[in-house]
Each structure stands twice: as C-alpha cells, then as structure tokens.
C-alpha cells in the first residue's frame, strides 16, 4: 500500500520541501554509489561502430580515469555496460530499505542483498523527516519547475536540433569508420608485400656476395682468357692511326697474358688452348695491315719536294711500336721492309744533297791562288775587272762564321741567287751543318724505329744510306781548298769541322765519327802545304835580297823603297796580320795540333828575311832601327791575341825587339 501510494505521488505534482527540485522531464534513473559510465542521451539510439576506444586514445587522456572506456572495448560496448559492476542496483537498495515488493521465484536464487544490514541503514540520512515526508514532493519547488516549463518547450526544438545534429555527425563518423578500416587493410597490405621485399633484397645481397667470392677467385682468370672483340674487329677491319695502335697493345698484352698461361706446367686450360688459333689469325692480320702501311709510307718518301722528317715523325715514329710487333712475329719481313727503306733514303739524301752542292757551286768565291803568296807584292798581282778585292791575310770579321749558331744553314734557293762574293768557309759550313742535322735526325730514328736492330745493324744501315752523301761532302772540301792558298780559310774549316765535333758528342752521335776525321785528313794537309808555299815564297824573296850594301845600280833588285829606308818593309805587314790570323783561329788548339810547328817554320823564314834584309843597310845604327820597326810593327799586331801560343810567338818578337837596343 504504502509502496503504492508512493509510486502514485511521484507521478503528481504536488508541493514539497523547499530543497526538493522538480522538472516535467521524466526522471533519469540514478544509482546509490560512484560510477564509470556515461548515462545515454535521451531519445538517440544506440550506434554501432567498429572503432576502438584505443585509437581515439590521444582525445580521451584529458578524462578522469572514472570515464575512460577500457582499452580495447568499442564505443558502443562503453555505451551499453551500464553501471559498473560494484555498485549495487537500486532496486535492490530499496527493497533492503521497505522489504520486498514481489515475492522471487522459486527456482529464483536467493541475493545476498535482499537483506539491509543495520551498518547500511544508518548510512541513509533522512534529515530528521519521515519517509513520507521525505518523499513527498515540495510545493515551491514544483512551483518553480511550473514557471519553467514554457522555457523547456522553447529549448525541446534546440535540443531536437542538437539531436539531428548528432545523427547526422554520426553518420559522417561511420563513413570516416569505413575509409578508416579500409585505410587500414591497405596498410596491412602494403606492410606484407614491403616485408615481400625485404625479404627478396636479402637473398639479392646475399647472391651478391657469393658471385663477388666467385669473381674474385675466378675474375682474374677469366680476364686473362678474353680478347675484347671491338679490338680484334679494329685490328681486322679499323685504319692504322692511334687507336688502331692502342687496339695492338691491347691485343699483345692479352697474348702475352695467355702465352704465360700457357707456359705454365701444370696449366692445361682448354679455354687458353681454343685461343691459340684466333690468335694466330689475328696476328697475321696484323703483321698484314703493318706491312702495307709501312710500305705505303716508304713508297711517299720518294714523291718530288717531300720533307721525310715530317714523314718520319708524324708516320713513322708515332707508330714505333706497330714494326716492333712485326719485327717480332716476321723478323726476315722486317729485314725485308728496313732493306727497303735504307735504299729509298739512300736515294733521298743523295738527290737532295747533289742538288744542295750544285747551289753552293753556284756561290761567288774569293780566288786565292799563287798569285796570292806572302813575299809577293800585291800590287803586281795581274786582277781581272770586276774582281771584288779581299785581304789574303788579315782575318778581320771572317771569325764571325764561328760564333753563329748551328741552326742557320743556307737554303738552296738563297745560294743560287746570292750575288754577293764569300770566302770558302761559308759553303764548307753550310754543307757540313746541313750533313750533321740531317744525320743526326736520320740515326736517331733508326735507333728508335727499329728497335729490334743491334747497335752495329743500326750504325750499317746509317752508313749504307750516308756513305754516298760523305762522299759528296769529302768531294765538296776538297774542291774549295785544293787549289787555294787560302791558309786562314782553310784553318776556319779546321775549327768549323772541330765544332760539328763537339755537336755531335753533344748530340750522342757517334756514326760521323769517320766523315769528320775524313774531312780534317782534307783539311789539315792542305794547310800544311799552303804555309809550305809562303815559305818557299819567302825563302825566295830572301834568296833575291843582296847580302852586303850596295850602290844605286842593285836598288831595283829590293822592294820599292830605298835600301837605306827604316821603315817597317811590307812583308812585316802581310806576316804579322798572317800571325796575327793564325793566333786569334788558335786561342784554343790543343799542343796535338801541327800549328806550332807551322808557325815555327814560318817564323824562321820572315826572320832570316829580316836579316838579309838588314845586310843591305851599311849603317850600324840604320840596320838596328830596320830592325827594331819590324820587330816592334809584328810585336804591336801580336798584341791583342790570346793563348799559349800567341804568348810564346809575341815574347819571341818582343824579346827580339828588345834584344836592339833601340830607344823609342
């Protein structure tokens, strides 16, 4: 009855206590004692979702411990748990509190609830009312909540709104659920076929380094087995030049590679064995292709107004190596080819330097003959018109040919049209430079073309080809001074060929050893027999002098000038400027040379001149005078010369002048 009654005023507004508050809405169950879960929205029903509560972890940490959904429940399992299972249900705290109100089934089991302990009465505080005047209802707050109710119904359409709202954010989340779940299948995917991957990569790496064990174990081998076929196809078929070059040495290096694999005794590769026949061929292509194209250029050496040094370095020299191959496969081929480019050279410089020697032919010489002696008066000599003058015996600036440098030989072309008149030292020297420097080039790339050749084969081959231009030089020297008297152009010669001495042991190069010293066999033979004819010339002039004074009547047996004149005679000028030439030429001649002697003689000669010469004078003091200018004339021309032997000949004529007494 009285649970009745209580059910029917909770159902009537009715006035109540003043800390009681009302509200139209229907009442929202409650529970006795804390709880974790969230009671549901009025009206919204329950949402199904996948998503778990532990992937909006980030967005639930700021939540009291209390209201967190367990880790791995779903939203809609924390919507629907309920109360959390401590805390007891009301119902059953009522009925501990006024005794059951329906009696339990039979079969029902018993709670251990159904009973209220007195500890859980007391715990209830009623604020010293009744029952039933705690549950009546209180009038002013009933009141209150009647003054409220129009405001309810104005917020019921915000709330409805806020409701569809929900709903309709509901369904984007259920859409965002979907992409979400399949977001993540694909990631899953992704993640099996990367493992794919990973998986593959390692076996990758892990044949990669078994097939680096392998090559290197078997890499070298290999190599040495393989001839790349791009060479072989340039050696066939590819046009000689440098990287046809390049392709040979590859070749060879590989041959050699596998000839030494070969020559190995415990070596029996079948690999290296299959080779040995493709090799063969390729090499006899080679010596082939070698062969044409040295005879190809052979053959340009012996086209009109070619320069072979330009042939020789640019074809020959720049492709040393290609003969040296052939050289070593075909040696009588080889012989063959030098054979035949010692005789096309032979043939170059012989033409060459025949039509050089006709040029210099063609040159102006001063004409120096017997006519030319010392003891003979100059100004008796018979001179054709037109004759350019020249002192026989003063040196002058003819030194000049010896301080030029070595780089300057005379074209052809300026010797035939050279007007002017040259002593004979100037196409001595320009055959012979030009002998020299294109000797030297010619044995110096015999040494280095054909590398295969012995020293005594390559210095064969150098003579066979200038034997026959030697010959043209030797010709040449000795047409220029056989029938001069030119002593001083001769001795000009002497030092010219000493020079191209030096050159040449400057140079390393011995093969024109024999042209040298066959040319100085020329020249110094010559000389001795041109001072030989001035001193016959002056032994003569001597033996005409009178040997005591005598009258008018043997005047004109003398020279021009009186007998009892003191003046220096004209022989003393030609001698002393001769001396004078001889000395200058002679600053640096070794005591080996014939000079001295040469010297000597002719020191003697002019000296017994002197004093056959001083016997005409009938004065004493007249013949000590005579003397003392002679003497003094050859000392002051001496004086400037320099070396061992310019001192001893001036120290002679110095002590001579000395020895008259003269005061000057």
């Known amino acids: 009855m009285w649970l009745d009654r209580f059910a029917s005023q909770s159902n009537t507004p009715t006035a109540s206590s003043p800390n009681r508050s009302f509200s139209p809405a229907p009442r929202k169950s409650f529970q006795l004692g804390p709880t974790t879960s969230t009671p549901r929205r009025p009206g919204l029903p329950a949402r199904t979702t996948s998503l778990s509560v532990a992937s909006l972890g980030g967005s ?53 609830d159904d009973s209220v302990t007195p500890e859980f009465a007391q715990d209830i505080d009623f604020e010293g009312l009744s029952l039933e005047e705690y549950a009546k209802p209180d009038v002013a707050t009933v009141q209150h909540n009647d003054a409220q109710a129009p405001d309810f ?6 709330f409805e709104g806020l409701h569809r709202d929900i709903a309709n954010c509901d369904q984007v989340l259920l859409s965002v659920e ?83 694999k070969l020559s190995q005794p415990d070596s029996s590769s079948a690999a290296a064995e299959s080779l040995r026949p493709l090799i063969d061929n390729v090499s006899d292509k080679a010596v082939e292709r070698i062969r044409d194209y040295v005879v190809a250029q052979i053959k ?35 012989d063959e080819i030098s054979q035949a480019y010692v005789n096309t050279m032979r043939w170059y410089y012989t033409a060459n330097f025949a039509r050089y020697r006709a040029s210099l032919e063609k040159m102006h010489i001063h004409v120096i003959d017997q006519t030319d002696a010392i003891a003979l008066d100059p100004a008796k000599r018979a001179v ?62 015999l040494t280095e073309f054909f590398t295969k050749h012995t020293f005594h084969t390559s210095r064969a081959h150098f003579n066979s080809i200038f034997q026959p231009v030697f010959d043209l030089g030797l010709a040449l020297t000795k047409s220029l001074t056989e029938q001069s008297l030119d002593a001083l152009g001769i001795l000009i010669c002497v030092r010219l060929n000493q020079h191209f001495a030096f050159e040449l042991q400057r140079r390393k190069i011995p093969a024109l050893e024999g042209y ?15 001072i030989d004819i001035h001193c016959d010339s002056i032994r003569k002039f001597t033996a005409s002098l009178p040997t005591k004074p005598a009258g008018s009547s043997a005047l004109s047996l003398t020279t021009s000038t009186t007998s009892q004149s003191t003046a220096p005679h004209p022989l003393t000028q030609r001698f002393a ?49 005579l003397l003392y200018n002679n003497y003094s004339l050859v000392s002051t021309i ?19 002048r000395e020895e008259m007494g003269v005061d000057s």
């Open 577 to 625: 400027n001769f001396v004078h030439g001889i000395l200058v030429l002679s600053s640096e001649a070794g005591d080996d040379e014939p000079i001295g002697i040469s010297l000597g003689r002719l020191r003697k000669e002019y000296e017994a001149f002197l004093m056959r010469l001083s016997k005409g004078v009938a004065e004493a003091r007249k013949r000590e005078r």
């Open 384 to 445: 054709k018109p037109g004759t350019p003058t020249h002192d026989t015996f003063s040196v002058g600036r003819r030194t000049d040919v010896l301080k030029t440098s070595y780089d300057s030989a005379v074209p052809a072309h300026l010797a035939e049209d050279d007007k002017s008149t040259h002593y004979l030292e100037i196409p001595f020297r320009a055959f012979n430079l030009a002998l020299i420097d294109n000797a030297s080039t010619e044995y110096v790339f």
């Open 153 to 158: 119904e104005q917020e019921k359409q915000q």
């Open 300 to 334: 340009a050496l012996r086209s009109p107004n070619i320069n072979a040094q330009i042939i020789q370095q640019n074809s020959f020299l720049r492709y040393r190596n290609v003969f040296a191959f052939l050289a070593t496969r075909q040696p009588q081929l080889a």
């Open 516 to 530: 040298i010293n066959g040319t100085n066999m020329l020249l110094w033979p010559r000389f001795q027999q041109v």
């Open 178 to 260: 979907t992409y979400l779940t399949s977001f993540k299948a694909d990631l899953a995917a992704v993640a099996q076929e990367i493992e794919t991957l990973q998986n593959w990569s390692a076996n990758l790496n892990t044949k990669l380094d078994n097939r680096k064990v392998v090559e290197k174990v078997l890499g070298p081998e290999v190599e040495a087995l393989i001839i790349p076929p791009a060479v072989i196809k340039k050696l066939v078929e590819g046009n000689v030049d440098d990287v046809w070059v390049k392709a040979l040495e590859e070749f060879e290096r590989r041959t050699k590679l596998i000839d030494k």
């Open 638 to 656: 001496l004086a400037d010369t320099e070396g061992k032997m310019a001192e001893e000949v001036r120290g002679r004529f110095e002590g001579l």
């Open 60 to 112: 639930s940490e700021s939540l009291p411990s209390t209201a967190r959904v367990p880790k791995g429940a779903t939203l809609r399992q924390g919507l629907t748990n309920g109360v959390a299972p401590d805390v007891r249900d009301p119902e059953d705290v009522l009925e501990g509190l006024l005794g059951p109100v329906r009696p339990k089934g039979v079969n029902e089991p018993a709670s251990d």
